[in-house]
């Protein structure tokens, strides 16, 4: 019953993340600065109200790494933003999730963490795929792509920021250190190239703060209560529907070399994932 609530929480979360996804691209004319900034207020709504409700710190314990995990955390999210402009969102969406590639070179630096040597080949099919979508989809905008890239290296560098505070401090007291930087971020860069909303984009720019959230709630709660094992490759729906908003929605055009792309980026990343889970059920054995 739990693993099938876990496929439920994380089918939910996807689906709000590539919500997100769509909207960011419904609103390519509103700079990425401003994006960032209603995606971070909104969010903050159910932040602040969430561990004011539950008596706890917004202050934390580690604030040195709290303020990191924001601002790496804040660069990623706006250089994401960024390539959506110029990628179809299904390709930036799959750029960005390179990322466990780069947290594992950096946990090697950093953390003196040891990488097997079949996860540098399953890092290799996964870059494969970004080479592939560089080198055959000539449609691909080379801009977007290294927008898109930068992302995913600030991606990786959350990754190991929140490895730093492990159970420190709470998760949500982290996402809120992350939703007040990007704030304070956003706003102030998105000042000089302010459009303010017409309409219905009032409603899909706080919609951005709502998805982002309960995408990030559903999948904390499918991982608390299932193996990584189980939950992590669902993760991976996120393309897949961002994916299919892109062709119904906007009418993108997804050629064979960057599926092919795509493809092995995501295979590359959940055999990661499944090989990783394997080593640990081993040292638990052994």
Not at 118 to 145: C, H, P, R
Not at 199 to 223: C, D, N, P, R, S
Request: net charge positive; charged share 10%.
């Amino acid at each position: 019953m739990e693993v099938k609530n876990a496929i439920k929480f994380m089918l939910i979360s996807t689906l709000a993340f590539a919500c997100m996804n769509a909207i960011v691209k419904q609103l390519v004319h509103i700079n990425a600065y401003q994006i960032v900034f209603f995606r971070s207020i909104a969010s903050l709504v159910f932040t602040f109200t969430f561990l004011l409700k539950n008596n706890i710190s917004i202050f934390g314990n580690q604030k040195k790494l709290l303020v990191i995990r924001g601002l790496v955390g804040v660069t990623s999210m706006t250089f994401f933003f960024m390539s959506t402009k110029y990628l179809p969102i299904g390709t930036a969406v799959s750029l960005r999730y390179i990322a466990p590639i780069f947290a594992a070179i950096f946990a090697v630096f950093l953390l003196r963490e040891k990488v097997k040597p079949w996860q540098w080949f399953f890092f290799a099919v996964a870059f494969m795929g970004v080479l592939i979508l560089k080198g055959f989809d000539t449609e691909l905008n080379s801009y977007g792509l290294l927008l898109a890239v930068v992302s995913a290296i600030f991606s990786g560098l959350v990754y190991i920021t929140i490895r730093k505070i492990g159970k420190g401090d709470h998760p949500v007291v982290v996402v809120n250190y992350f939703m007040v930087i990007s704030t304070i971020v956003g706003g102030v860069l998105s000042t000089n190239n302010w459009v303010t909303p017409v309409g219905i984009e009032w409603v899909l720019l706080i919609g951005l703060g709502a998805f982002g959230y309960y995408g990030q709630l559903f999948m904390t709660k499918a991982f608390q209560i299932a193996a990584t094992n189980i939950v992590a490759p669902f993760k991976y729906l996120e393309v897949l529907y961002t994916v299919l908003f892109g062709v119904f929605i906007f009418t993108e055009i997804y050629t064979f070399w960057s599926l092919l792309g795509i493809a092995l980026i995501i295979a590359g990343l959940v055999l990661n994932i499944l090989y990783k889970e394997k080593l640990k059920r081993k040292e638990n054995h052994g």
